[in-house]
């Protein structure tokens, strides 16, 4: 038997191990996945828990449930990957022999990395909403909150779901609108990067949407320390930025696993060609979702479009063909703004966010860069298509690459 | 897009002052660029900028996290050096293109 092991059961790691489960001979390949946390998170719900949309309960399944029968499941932490000997030790001592190799470990939040954010504010004034906990801290937080200064702060790049502290400013902006307590609600976001988003078309859309919602953006802030005393943000160039309130997105960075296998950069991102898909390290070595350093969102969209060319260029490998197929950076992201509206974006390593129709070209029903009612509607959907459809590997009717019919050059 | 003749060669810029061709480069010429920015260039300066160069050179991306651990400067130094928008200034001086950050 030939095997394959899948380092990571998130979303990546779990789409592809149903993908290869149900196109490779079993009599042939032996497939195991290995993660050391059992539950399942559908992460872009986090998002919608402190404003009470969505509870504990909407967010959390049994890995289990999303595994195919016949195959190994390992509960454990990942040591390392001797990439030499195509191994992969497992922190109780066993170790596994592989022909192929997917990481999928992904990114993790480190909030020990900016110091001060895990003082004594930290679940009281300061939250994040990239754990199921600090969504429900924030949850609980925001009922009897009476106003002040609310910040939302990214502390570095790149950052799991790029568009998510955008979403939240905007939903933030509603409830407490619907609260009745905007005015007493000053509203700020502080990002290290240039603007509210990275690609042109798509900052003007969404800087317009931050000046009518009267939402403040400090550009350029890149946070050095959390002064919990005088509640100030501080950044390396010591502006300060106060709050009451502060919601973060902490430090990302790729397991520790990776940096252990000696496959990362500085951020533990593994090293990945990023049209292959492939290690740089070793050629058995495929890399899949956020682990990855390739250039583009870490998000669940651009794992399930990274997996179908994985899946290609896997076989490929299997045969000792060369890798035809090539990744374009392909991401699509919802964007809730509030009042049961929301917008979407579709854009790859080479052209930026542009509006028009999605999926298809003049109809939609999707709206690009567009703030409607049907583009919120595809969100709340998505949790019913990621639980039944995207993680069990089904087929969904959007081309893995990106595709220029129905945008509009500008 | 300008053309130049800087520090005795002809060089092209893009609209936001980015050299378009960065084998071009050289002390000489990073020094001339600073100095549209208003900025002069120390020692410390262009050993922030030859490892800006090495780095990208070899394939791997630059942020600001990177340059604090190259034991070159550190963020708070390189922030006095190339103030404001380090990164953007630093790789404008050392003739790379603009980092963009992934989203």
Known sequence: MKKIVILGAGTAGTMMLNKLHKILDKEEWELTIVDQYKTHYYQPGFLFIPFGIYNKQDVIKPKYDFFPSGVNVIFNEIDRV??????????????????????????????????????????????DFYTVEGAVALHKKFKDW??????????????????????????????????????KVNISFVTPMSGAFTKPVATKMLSELMVEKNINIVADFYIERIDNENKKLISYDEREVSFDVLTIVPVNMGNDMVER????????????????????????????????????????????FAAEILTENLL??????????????????????????????????????????????????????KNTKINHYGKILFRWIYWHMLLKGKELPIEANMTMAGKKKQ | MKDLNIAGINVKLDD????????????????????????????????????????????????????????????????????????????????????????
């Not at chain 1, 790149?158 to 502290?165: D, G, L, T």
């Not at chain 1, 929301?342 to 930026?352: K, Q, R």
């Open chain 1, 82 to 127: 001797d990439g030499e000997n195509n191994q992969v030790y497992i922190k109780n001592g066993k170790v596994l022999n592989y022909d192929f190799l997917i990481i999928a470990t992904g990114t993790q939040t480190r909030p020990d990395e900016t110091p001060g954010l895990e003082g004594k504010l930290w679940y009281k004034d300061i939250f």
């Open chain 1, 146 to 183: 009476e106003g002040g200064d609310l910040v939302m702060c990214i502390s570095e790049v790149p950052f799991k779901c790029p568009v998510a502290p955008l979403e939240f400013v905007f939903l933030a902006e509603a409830y407490f609108t619907q609260k009745g307590i905007r005015d």
């Open chain 1, 261 to 304: 296998s000696g496959l990362g950069d500085d951020m533990n991102f593994v090293k990945t060609d990023k049209y292959t898909l492939q290690s740089e390290a070793f050629d058995n070595i495929f890399v899949l979702g956020d682990a990855a350093n390739i250039p583009t969102s870490k998000a669940g969209s651009v794992a399930h």
């Open chain 1, 316 to 369: 490929s490998a299997m045969e000792g063909r060369p890798l035809k197929a090539k990744f374009d950076g392909h991401a699509n992201c919802y964007i809730e703004t509030g009042y049961g509206k929301g917008a979407l974006i579709d854009f790859n390593y080479t052209t930026e966010p542009l509006p028009g129709t999605f999926p298809l070209p003049g109809i939609g029903p999707f709206g690009l860069l």
């Open chain 2, 16 to 103: 936001e002052g980015y050299l378009i061709d960065s084998s071009q480069w050289n002390e000489e010429l990073a020094k001339e660029l600073a100095k549209i920015d208003d900025l002069e260039l120390t020692d410390k300066h262009l050993e922030v900028l030859k490892f800006l160069r090495d780095t990208y050179n070899a394939g791997d991306s630059l942020t600001i996290r990177r340059v604090g651990k190259s034991g070159v400067v550190s963020i708070k130094e390189f922030y006095k050096l190339f103030p404001k928008g380090p990164l953007k200034l630093s790789s404008k001086h050392a003739g790379l293109p603009k980092p963009t950050s992934c989203v």
